[in-house]
């Protein structure tokens, strides 16, 4: 089975603070995604990977920046955290190739900026 | 672009009872569609999935066909139990291009199952 984790289920963080949250596969997925999902307005695509190195903007990408210097590996980062980042972010990853690839997700991260 | 519209809910059900939970889709091509469910307090898992029109897809006793001439993906389940209270997203991918890897997403259904 594939395997995403998210560093921590829950974090709570100040206002201003460079925030970092981790995600690592197991299964060797070229893709990854970072999504928020928040109440009334689904989840939301802030950024996605393709490849090592490599990012692309999804639809919520303003605060955000990401990285991932491994295959397995894909960081989100806030760099100034800001209240109204408070939400529940969630992970992907998917093999690329055809489309019928399906994305798999960690547990979600709840974050509390104050 | 792409879209997906889901029926809104809370949708409140006793045990046993008949779901259907609606969705519709736009799209060019021929997307691929999913279903996910989230189980409160954790991550999306794939419920089913169909490619191309006229699959269905099936698990857990849930089903949903691909119909392109309707463009829709509803989900069904003939007898729900207390453990299938969640939120269900309908999802699309739609493969070409450069951005032939993102989901678009429904807003969710949250569905209550009472015993």
């Known amino acids: 089975d594939v395997k995403v984790t998210q560093s921590s289920r829950y974090l709570v963080k100040r206002t201003g603070e460079k925030v970092f949250l981790e995600c690592v596969q197991d299964?060797?997925?070229?893709?990854m995604f970072w999504y928020r999902q928040d109440p009334g307005l689904g989840l939301r695509l802030i950024y996605f990977?393709?490849?090592?190195?490599?990012?692309e903007k999804g639809d919520i990408p303003e605060g955000y920046s990401v990285s991932r210097e491994k295959k397995e590996r894909f960081s989100l980062i806030l760099e100034s955290a800001s209240t109204n980042q408070t939400s529940m972010y969630l992970c992907?990853?998917?093999?690329?190739?055809?489309?019928?690839?399906?994305?798999?997700f960690g547990d979600g991260t709840r974050l509390s900026i104050l | 672009g792409n879209s997906v519209t889901q029926m809104e809910g809370p949708v409140t059900l006793s045990e046993e009872a008949f779901l259907t939970i609606n969705c519709t889709y736009t799209?060019?091509?021929?997307?691929?569609l999913f279903w996910y469910v989230q189980y409160p307090g954790e991550g999306l898992q794939l419920l089913l999935k169909?490619?191309?029109?006229?699959d269905k897809g099936s698990n857990k006793g849930f089903e949903a066909t691909y119909r392109k001439e309707t463009t829709s993906f509803h989900l069904e389940k003939g007898s729900v139990q207390v453990s299938d209270s969640a939120v269900y997203f309908c999802?699309?991918?739609?493969?070409?291009?450069?951005?032939?890897?993102?989901?678009?997403f429904g807003k969710g259904t949250l569905l209550t199952v009472n015993p």
């Open positions: 992907a990853s998917s093999r690329q190739g055809a489309s019928n690839q399906p994305q798999h």
């Open positions: 299964m060797d997925h070229e893709n």
């Open positions: 990977s393709y490849d090592v190195k490599m990012k």
């Open positions: 799209a060019t091509g021929y997307p691929s």
């Open positions: 169909a490619t191309k029109a006229d």
């Open positions: 999802a699309l991918l739609r493969g070409s291009g450069g951005s032939n890897y993102k989901l678009t």
